[in-house]
Every structure is written in structure tokens, then in C-alpha cells.
């Protein structure tokens, strides 16, 4: 009910029904391919060492294997917009141009925050083509592409989910996600006091005891009352009239700016929860993948009695984010921008662009989470290594003459 059933499907065939681990490694090798593609559009003479090299650094420096390895589609958001980049600003034709939008679908469809951040940036896109400069470095042509590519994306999802006997929709309780959002951020009690004096809304019963947690929360009206789709019209009625009120309205666009901030700040690796007997991962391994129990039962997951140390990785991804946005300063400076190609300063825009979205989006629509953004950020990294190795290479061919004269 909650996300696409397509994340599903690519577990079960990925899996060949028989070991979760297959699904990591294929989760691997999707996102070194994404990467493969980007490279060879954007920094096309690297080397085969170069290549593990950068792979390597991510490792090392971002939480891209962290995502990578996890069981949930967060790992897809990245791809789309690393497909989405070499689709808009590479130079792409036959072969080519087939698997980098057939990566951006695949991407595309296993994630309804992606979905939504998709549509967003292609009207985006449309109004910013509107300036002869954007059209000079995207054509018309594309951006009408990314919108067919978008609108494929989301019949795809809403077919899959008719041929699985669910509602012709991307998600069944996108309305939940939004009305947990405005209960996190203090509209939603205040409304129903006023509210509930004029309809006879069911949650009114419950509108002096909505925990924080609305949606997960034990003590949810959603849990009690039959759960998030017995009550799809009541809740997108409240959220209307939410958004059309005008104080209301106001105070939402404020913490929809400052959830986006917060958001685009908020990346740290940060371990789980212990997930033993009666989580919803234990029973899944239990029920489709027996053979496996025992693994899980050893696993760090089950049994900790302490939490995993990401601090070094988050105290070098806090170092590299503030250099990428110090590098899209830099791009205001001639020196910089023509030590580097206009297609890689382009990219860096692509990324920060993409960022923000993401941040919105999520911030906006679901909540304040670090691994929205965490599962993005390697993204924005990887072209930062980039852009500061065609910098740098300039630079030395720049200084190469001068010393060797003296």
C-alpha cells in the first residue's frame, strides 16, 4: 500500500526466489553501470584503474554502498538521476541512448517519491525552456522526451498494479504519507478542533489523541479505524481543505521551505533498529526465503547489542558536500569554469537541481528523513571527484610550459 509494487517484482526475480544476496549483487551492478555510463559521457578518457579508482573513493568517502546493499528501492533514486543527466546534457545514439533510457524507466518506476520528483522537474524544465539559453543546452526536444519518459513511467506502475488486482494508481496511501506530514508539522490537530465542530469527520473521535507518529504510531486513528485506504476520501478532504485555507497554506509553504533546507542538510548514514522475531523482515525471510533464517538470525540486524560506527563516513560526506556547493560557487568565477568543460559545469547544476528536488519532494510530502537524501548524495560526489580532476588537470597543463622553460 505504501510504495509501488515494483521493488517487489525486482526482488523476486532478482532473487530467482532463492537467496537475497543475489539481490544485492544485481543492485551493484545496476549502479556501477549508471556510473559506467556517466563516465564515459563525462570524463570519457578515464581508465579501467581510473574507473575502480572512483569506485573506490564513493566507497570509502559516501554511503553509495550503504544504499546499495540495503533490501528497499532507495538505491533506484540515484540511478534515474544519473540516467536522467546523460539523457539531458551526453551526447547519446543507438545502443546507447536504448539502455540509458531503459535504466531511467527501471529506475524511475521502483519509487513513488522518484515518480513525483520526476514530474516535477519536467515541469521545471518546460518553463525553464521557455530562455533561449536553456534551450541551447537542451533542446526542446529533450525536455519533451523526459516528459514522455515520465508519463510512460507512471502508467507502467499504475498498469503493473491493475494486473496485480490493485487500483489503477501509483500508490494506494499517498494520502497518509501527506496527512502524517501535516500532523508532524502542528496543522492538522488545530484544523480538526475547528473542523470537526462542522463535519462529522470518523477521525474526530480521535482528534485530542493523534500521537506525533500518525503514521506508523501504534496509536494512530488510522490503525484503529480500519487503516490508511478505508479512509482515501476523508483524509484527501482534510488535506483540501488544509490547502485551501489561507493561514493554513501559509504556514505549509513555510515548513515546506524549511523542510526542504533541513532536508538537503540531513544525509548521515545512521544504522537501524534491532529486527528480530515478529519484525517484518524476519517474517519475510521466514516466508520466502527459509533457507536463509539462519543467516538472518546471526546477522548484526537480529541480534545487536551495539550500533554499527558510520561516524568517518559522515564526517567525510559533511567535508564533500560543503565542497561540491563551494564548487558551484566557484562556477561564478571565470578561472574555474574555464578550467573545466561547459557539459561538467552543467552537470554540477543538474546535481544541486537534483538535490533540491529531492529534498522538497520528500520533506515536503513524507517527512524529514537522512536517508532520503543519503541515498542521492553519492551522486552529487562522484561529480564533484569529476569536475575537481578536469580542474586540476587544466590547472597542470596550464603550469606544464611555464616549468619547463625555466
Same mark, same amino acid.
Given at each position: ?101 531503459? %535504466?531511467?524507466? !527501471? +529506475? ?5 517519491? $522518484? &515518480?513525483?520528483?520526476?514530474?516535477? @522537474?519536467? *515541469? ?124 493554513? %497554506?501559509?504556514? !505549509? +509553504? ?5 523542510? $526542504? &533546507?533541513?532536508?538537503?542538510?540531513? @544525509?548521515? *548514514? ?137
Amino acid at each position: 500500500m505504501d510504495r509501488p509494487i515494483t521493488y517487489g517484482l525486482f526482488i523476486r526475480h532478482s532473487s530467482m526466489a532463492e537467496s537475497l544476496f543475489w539481490v544485492m549483487f544485481t543492485q551493484g551492478l545496476l549502479t556501477s553501470l549508471a556510473i559506467y555510463f556517466l563516465l564515459r559521457q563525462f570524463y570519457s578518457s578515464i581508465t579501467p584503474f581510473g574507473f575502480i579508482g572512483l569506485l573506490l573513493a564513493l566507497t570509502a568517502c559516501t554511503s553509495i554502498s550503504y544504499y546499495t546493499s540495503f533490501l528497499t528501492p532507495d538505491l533506484f533514486t540515484p540511478i534515474f538521476w544519473t540516467c536522467l543527466a546523460i539523457l539531458l546534457l551526453g551526447n547519446l545514439s543507438g545502443r546507447s541512448f536504448f539502455w540509458v533510457t531503459f %535504466l531511467a524507466w !527501471f +529506475a524511475l518506476i521502483m519509487h513513488s517519491s $522518484t &515518480l513525483v520528483a520526476a514530474v516535477l @522537474f519536467t *515541469i521545471i524544465l518546460a518553463i525553464a525552456s521557455l530562455w533561449r539559453r536553456v534551450r541551447a543546452v537542451i533542446p526542446v526536444k529533450k525536455t519533451v522526451m523526459v516528459g514522455l519518459l515520465t508519463l510512460v513511467s507512471w502508467l507502467s506502475v499504475m498498469s503493473i498494479h491493475l494486473a496485480h488486482n490493485a487500483p489503477f494508481a501509483v500508490q494506494q496511501a499517498g494520502h497518509a504519507f501527506f496527512l502524517g506530514r501535516l500532523n508532524e508539522i502542528g496543522l492538522l490537530r488545530p484544523h480538526l478542533q475547528k473542523a470537526c465542530a462542522e463535519k462529522n469527520y470518523p477521525i474526530c473521535k480521535y482528534k485530542d489523541e493523534i500521537p506525533d507518529d500518525f503514521l506508523w504510531g501504534q496509536d494512530s486513528p488510522s490503525r484503529k479505524d480500519g487503516g490508511w485506504v478505508a479512509h482515501k476520501t476523508e483524509y484527501r478532504d482534510i488535506i483540501w481543505n488544509i490547502l485551501t485555507t489561507p493561514r493554513d %497554506l501559509k504556514n !505549509f +509553504a513555510i515548513f515546506a521551505v524549511n523542510g $526542504t &533546507l533541513m532536508q538537503l542538510a540531513y @544525509f548521515r *548514514i545512521e544504522d537501524t533498529g534491532a529486527m528480530r522475531e515478529q519484525t517484518p523482515p524476519f517474517e519475510a525471510v521466514k516466508q520466502y526465503f527459509p533457507r536463509e533464517l539462519i543467516s538472518y538470525k546471526i546477522a548484526h540486524q537480529h541480534h545487536r547489542n551495539h550500533f554499527l560506527d558510520f561516524s568517518g563516513h559522515n564526517t567525510r560526506q559533511q567535508y564533500l558536500f560543503f565542497g561540491f556547493i563551494l564548487l558551484l560557487a566557484g562556477l561564478g568565477h571565470p578561472g574555474v569554469r574555464r578550467r573545466m568543460t561547459p557539459s561538467m559545469a552543467h552537470l554540477l547544476l543538474f546535481c544541486a537541481i537534483a538535490l533540491v528536488i529531492n529534498a522538497f519532494v520528500c520533506s515536503t510530502f513524507s517527512t524529514v528523513v537522512s536517508r532520503y537524501q543519503g541515498r542521492l548524495l553519492w551522486l552529487a560526489i562522484l561529480v564533484e571527484f569529476v569536475a575537481i580532476i578536469q580542474i586540476g588537470t587544466h590547472w597542470y597543463a596550464e603550469r606544464k610550459p611555464s616549468r619547463e622553460r625555466a
